[in-house]
Nanobody, 121 residues
Framework: QVQLVESGGGLVQPGGSLRLSCAASGSFFSLNAMGWYRQAPGKQRELVAFITPDGSTNYADSVKGRFTISGDNAKNTVYLQMNSLKPEDTAVYYC???????????????WGQGTQVTVSS
């Protein structure tokens, strides 16, 4: 089985920064895209950013220029550096990863437990 463990959430003032981490562990053949979604109270879960093994990245328009996603393939870890945080960034942030468990097998997505980010003065 695989596991995703997140860390780095918390309370920060508007304009501040936080860095989220998500480490994947377990037995798998390959780890493909990793990324982050977030869900604010009363809203649908939305994609924030993702990164592929070759380093390609994609961001939601609402976070472009403020958030940076990066990965450490050797550590099976993805990071989300969040700068210039706004109150509307307040949400539970969920890490995900797409795994293959055998060559040519289908991808399966697993999720982290979620970490709360609160932006408030």
């Amino acid at each position: 089985q695989v596991q995703l463990v997140e860390s780095g959430g918390g309370l920060v003032q508007p304009g501040g920064s936080l860095r989220l981490s998500c480490a994947a562990s377990g037995s798998f053949f390959s780890l493909n895209a990793m990324g982050w979604y977030r869900q604010a109270p009363g809203k649908q879960r939305e994609l924030v950013a993702f990164i592929t093994p070759d380093g390609s990245t994609n961001y939601a328009d609402s976070v472009k220029g403020r958030f940076t996603i990066s990965g450490d393939n050797a550590k099976n870890t993805v990071y989300l550096q969040m700068n210039s945080l706004k109150p509307e960034d307040t949400a539970v942030y969920y890490c995900y990863a797409n795994f293959r468990f055998r060559p040519g097998g289908i991808e399966s997505r697993f999720w982290g437990q979620g970490t709360q980010v609160t932006v408030s003065s």
